[in-house]
């Protein structure tokens, strides 16, 4: 199994960026895909779920009308598209799919916002 994310890079505030996630070594179809960020000195948290069937997806709150999550199951991608981009994102990011009680988890990549 592997998660490779991409897309990560530094920019202002109010800018945009798209996170990519490639999976790899499991069906990918079948399983729900989430981002999550980690900040320094903070933990780590659940930015953005997508389901595997429907589709569905769910936001934290901090980034509720900002940011998009979707996927491409022939390509075996999730994406986060992050608009209105704050300081308070600067984080890694990490994509994450949860499967017979254990964890699997990109490298993550660097999002810096700033001026």
């Known amino acids: 199994v592997q998660l490779v994310e991409s897309g990560g890079g530094l920019v202002q505030p109010g800018g945009s960026l798209r996170l990519s996630c490639v999976a790899s070594?499991?069906?990918?179809?079948?399983?729900?895909m989430n981002w999550h960020r980690q900040a320094p000195g903070k933990e780590r948290e659940l930015v953005a779920t997508i389901t595997s069937v429907y589709h569905s997806t769910s936001y934290a709150d901090s980034v509720k009308g900002r940011f998009t999550i979707s996927r491409d199951n022939a390509k075996n991608t999730v994406y986060l598209q992050m608009n209105s981009l704050k300081p308070a994102d600067t984080a890694v990011y990490y994509c994450?799919?949860?499967?017979?009680?254990?964890?699997?988890w990109g490298q993550g990549t660097q999002v810096t916002v700033s001026s």
């Open positions: 994450h799919f949860w499967r017979g009680g254990r964890n699997y």
């Open positions: 070594g499991f069906t990918f179809s079948t399983y729900a």
